[in-house]
């Protein structure tokens, strides 16, 4: 089987050189690299490819036509059995094994992800790691349980060039990979996620950063729920292993509620008329009454948090573990309870602003 690493360029080259490296280490034979300049040939870009030499075949329309057409252009032009689609802020493992068990991986699989691990610098790349964390969980849910996956992140992953073909690559959306993940799950294609085949990533160490990083990642949010929700929806009553795994990822949550309720609502069952009562009668004692139940609701619902934040500290743990993710405990004190909550009220109020009228204007087009 012929793969071919499909690497795009775009005024920085980032981590190309490490890259091409780490992909000459490999034992498999049959494997080109090609390397995509979307844009100006950069002097940056030129001292990068000069460094790679003869191991890098190199695609250059000398136009900016966006990473998703660069890509199909670079891709339709090739003969070869399978695409390794690499961001060039990947970090690839030193593995002379690394591509032969992905080779492995694609006689079986129609799409082969890769789990990616945020290479922390700051604590803004700290709180992004734990939602990679996050996703890595609910792909491989999705992977062992569904083998299927209603999106993929395009930062690292392999398709076979006959599906590739076959959904006419990428779409010049600017949620490409999601959207390609997406018409892929209606084409039943088979999804694998291998925790061996872990890469690392870059992420965003400034505010400035993140924010046009968290902007592009909101309006992706909104428009791949747009485009899918209701055959999503529809999925959940025709294979039902879609909505075991939707459970599985909201189970934290899950039980934080349950907690809550279990502590609180019998209580309020009875509290209602109480303070109705006493507040007919006296004013100082109905203050002072609805002051000693609200300060029962506020401890009962730190219990059910405390609660809810050790389980979810367990999985977090537990999975990071498994996969040979890092893990801060930290850190993930402030994702819990601060940035979790934050990033959640952003997505629904994109939602709401955004839900009629979606306004894409981002530096690299699509």
């Known amino acids: 089987m012929k793969i071919s690493v499909l690497i795009p360029l775009y005024k920085e080259p980032k981590f190309f050189v490490p890259m091409v490296r780490s992909l000459r280490l490999n034992e498999y034979e049959d494997l080109e690299i090609v390397a995509v300049v979307d844009g100006p040939m950069t002097d940056s870009i030129s001292h990068a490819l000069s460094e790679a030499g003869d191991s890098a075949k190199v695609v250059f329309p000398d136009e900016h036509v966006g990473k998703a057409e660069a890509l199909n252009r670079a891709a339709f032009s090739i003969e070869t059995d399978a695409f390794l689609f690499l961001d060039n802020d990947i970090e690839l493992p030193r593995d002379p094994t690394f591509i ?20 922390v610098e700051s604590v803004f790349s700290a709180m992004i790691a734990h939602e990679y964390q996050s996703l890595a969980m609910a792909s491989l849910l999705f992977s062992r349980l569904v083998h299927r996956s209603p999106g993929v992140i395009g930062a690292a992953f392999a398709v076979r060039k006959s599906l590739f073909d076959r959904l006419g690559g990428f779409k010049r959306v600017v ?11 209606r084409l039943h ?4 996620y291998d925790l ?4 690392r990533t870059g992420m965003p160490d400034t505010l400035d950063d993140w924010i046009k990083q968290r902007k592009r990642w909101t309006l992706i949010n909104v428009l791949w729920f747009k485009d899918n929700f209701l055959y999503m929806a529809k999925s959940v009553f025709r ?8 459970l599985a990822i909201a189970l934290p949550s899950v039980v934080s509620l349950l907690l809550f309720a279990s502590l609180t609502v019998g209580k309020l069952s009875f509290l209602n008329p109480l303070i109705f009562m006493i507040a007919q ?6 203050g002072l ?3 000693l139940s609200h300060h029962a609701m506020l401890s009962d619902g730190l219990i059910s948090t405390l609660a809810g934040f050790a389980f979810t500290f367990a999985v977090y743990g537990s999975f990071s573990a498994i996969a040979r993710f890092r893990f801060n405990p930290l850190s993930f004190v ?10 959640m009220a952003i997505n629904i109020a994109m939602f709401i602003t955004q839900w009629r009228t979606v306004s894409v204007d981002l530096e690299w087009k699509t």
Do not use: C, N
Not at 110 to 117: A, N, Q, S
Not at 175 to 185: I, K, L, N, P, T
Not at 196 to 199: I, M
Not at 281 to 286: C, E, R, T, V
């Open 334 to 343: 402030l994702y819990y309870l601060a940035y979790a909550p934050f990033i």
């Open 196 to 199: 061996s085949l872990k890469v």
């Open 281 to 286: 009668s006296f004013q100082f004692p109905a």
């Open 289 to 291: 009454f609805l002051w």
């Open 100 to 119: 032969s068990r992905l080779a492995s991986k694609l006689v079986e699989f129609d799409i082969v992800d890769m789990p990616k691990e945020v290479i």
């Open 189 to 192: 294609a088979r999804y694998a």
């Open 239 to 246: 294979q039902p292993s879609i909505l075991t795994t939707l």
């Open 175 to 185: 949620h490409e990979d999601g959207d390609f993940g997406a018409r892929a799950f």
